[in-house]
């Protein structure tokens, strides 16, 4: 009896981790019938336990929709845990639109819950703050697309091709649900260097036609910093009155770690560059990740409320990179050619 009722909790894991996978418009039972040649009276069986799957059908239904067969047993081996790794190639709007969508539904679920919250470590501006700036979002997508995926094309046909109003519309949703997320963040006094860095770069090497959108791009990292500062100062997003906190380590982070804290469940995205990620829900793991991220911000200063010296000299400090490219940039464009 004990055996089959394992078993049984092992095929409805499995239906649920599928029915999860699927759009909206595919039902489970379709899929089950169509697949296996079955009557919908036999999908239905297999989908309530009332009848088991056979080992074929098992391993067709784990290859065709990615699921670890380990993971649907709780097989548990000594320091491994299962993860999703997200490349996502930002020159094709598919992948894109697909990573959006994915993050959309994680925010969707935080944001339904009162007892949800983000905790974060910054070695970049993070994508929440991005998202409202269009030039400066695309943007770091256009270099993670020309540096990593040797894309050719010009930063007018690029963005043309990724701003698409469907794209643009989940891009204010997730914003405004990421204001309505109660927010610790842990930057540090170099988190926008590598933003600043790209602008300059790319400058550099002639891939702006004109000042306007390096100038602009500088800007919109200074709108960042303005927002931040305001909401440091209040210690709440806007005027949602969602809690928000902001600490600066003095210690350089290894990593950009955003813990995304949920009743039902702890999910961990580890950044590795630009916007190529892990996907983590191991308990363990986030449990492990919570623990640093505090013990972190223990030790970082804080920057909210009436921190207001110490929060003066890091946006002023901020605030000094940006203009120095701007300086630079403007250097460049008022230089007579030769």
Not at 77 to 101: G, L, T
Not at 160 to 168: D, G, L, N, V
Request: proline letters at 4%.
């Amino acid at each position: 009896m004990e055996n089959t009722e394992n078993f049984l909790a092992v095929q409805e894991g499995l239906f649920e981790e599928i029915r999860q996978k699927l759009p909206q418009h595919q039902s489970l039972v379709s899929v089950i019938s169509d697949m296996f040649g079955l009557g919908l009276d036999a999908a239905y069986k297999r989908i309530r336990g009332d009848k088991r799957l056979d080992l074929d059908e098992i391993c067709a239904l784990c290859k065709r929709y990615k699921v670890s067969f380990d993971q649907i047993m709780d097989v548990k081996y000594p320091h491994d845990f299962d993860c999703k790794y997200r490349p996502i190639n930002s020159s094709v709007p598919i992948e894109y639109h697909d990573y959006i969508n994915s993050l959309s539904e994680n925010f969707k679920k935080l944001r339904h819950s009162k007892e949800s919250s983000i905790l974060l470590s910054a070695t970049d501006i993070p994508v929440f703050h991005l998202l409202p700036h269009k030039e400066l979002r695309f943007f770091k997508l256009f270099t993670f697309a020309h540096g990593v995926y040797n894309y050719k094309e010009s930063w007018e046909k690029f963005i043309s091709e990724m701003s698409t109003k469907e794209i643009e519309d989940k891009h204010k949703i997730i914003s405004r649900d990421y204001e309505l997320i109660p927010s610790t963040e842990i930057w540090t006094e170099s988190t926008i260097d590598s933003t600043l860095k790209l602008i300059k770069y790319y400058h550099d090497i002639s891939v702006f036609p004109d000042v306007e959108l390096p100038m602009l791009l500088c800007e919109q990292v200074l709108s960042i910093l303005n927002n931040l500062e305001s909401w440091a100062t209040k210690s709440q997003k806007n005027d949602c009155d969602t809690p928000f906190t902001l600490y600066l380590s003095e210690m350089e982070i290894g990593n950009t770690y955003i813990l995304l804290k949920n009743p039902i469940g702890d999910n961990c995205i580890v950044k590795l560059f630009t916007i190529n990620h892990l996907d983590i829900s191991d308990k363990e793991f986030c449990k492990e990740a919570e623990d640093w991220l505090t013990k972190l911000s223990r030790r970082s200063l804080l920057l909210c409320g009436g921190s207001e010296k110490e929060r003066i000299q890091f946006f002023n400090l901020q605030r000094r990179k940006v203009q120095s490219v701007i300086d630079s940039i403007l250097t460049h464009f008022d230089t007579p050619l030769e």
